[in-house]
């Protein structure tokens, strides 16, 4: 049986340092992550945003304009680049790009764009209009109808991630057209499911982030923060019977801490979980590397009890 308090965790886990804000639509919108759902697919998070990046450039080209990211071969520029190589395949290769045209007097699009995705993940927080400008009604028009040929260019060239450009063109088309209000939470994720590209996680993040529907994403990252910390039982496999029963216990869970907390509407809970259970295990966790001891998130909710047997 699952029993570890919902609300608790996510209390706790909101005060933990390093971990991006609660309201996260501060560091990017709905829109973005719903798009950004299927580019992240089996890629690197700085090649996913990069890649978002360039769709909001080609589609909102005003942006080109009001750039803020430090111009290419400058001292902060070379700081960032320095950080990046630390970052894994997705970062080295935005610095293969970047560095490829520091001789070129023009910024590009790809430049920008380059440098703007490295420059969110390491300043989340700081302004960065290339990622966090919201959306306007003749960018998602230009999105549906857009030729993102130029676009599959390196590093995201070849067949991968033209399929992945198309299928977002197809996304921002069907959730501009579509009647969802008429869609309950059964119905909706079939609708988002009928485009080619579209998986049971992508729609779930679609409806959760994009669309404001209060589902939650069980997905493998949080299986580890649950499992690797004792919040779920020794005999929690992760199968679908398993995850049906996490889902129950997280609405109900969302549900009391929505009615104690307004300010912790369920939709927020479930999109907050998300996120910060993906960032606990790529950035703080080290359970799975065999010193559980040292885990500052052990450390944090060991006094939740959970299910330990």
Known sequence: MISFDVGLLLETLESFP????????LNQSGADRGMEAVLIQRAPRELA???LCRLRLAAMPELLESCCEPAPGTPETQALLEWARSQGAGGTALVNLITQQLENA?????TQA????LKYYRWREDPNPTVKTHWTEDGLDRVASLNTGRLAKYPTRGAFWAGKFYTVKRLVAHVRTAAFESLDDESLPRSLRSINGVGEQTAAMVMLFWLGRPVPIIDSYLLYLLQDHGLVPASFSGGAGDRAALRLHLVQGA???EARRA????ARAFSCLY???CEIRRLHCRCRTGAPSSCPVR????HMGGNQS
């Open 106 to 110: 023009r910024r590009t699009e790809a």
């Open 114 to 117: 380059a440098l703007a995705s």
């Open 263 to 266: 300010n912790w509407p369920a």
């Open 299 to 302: 450390a944090r909710i060991k």
């Open 49 to 51: 945003t990069y890649a």
């Open 18 to 25: 390093g971990l991006q804000r609660k309201d996260w639509e």
């Open 255 to 257: 549900r009391k801490l």
């Open 275 to 277: 996120l910060w259970a």
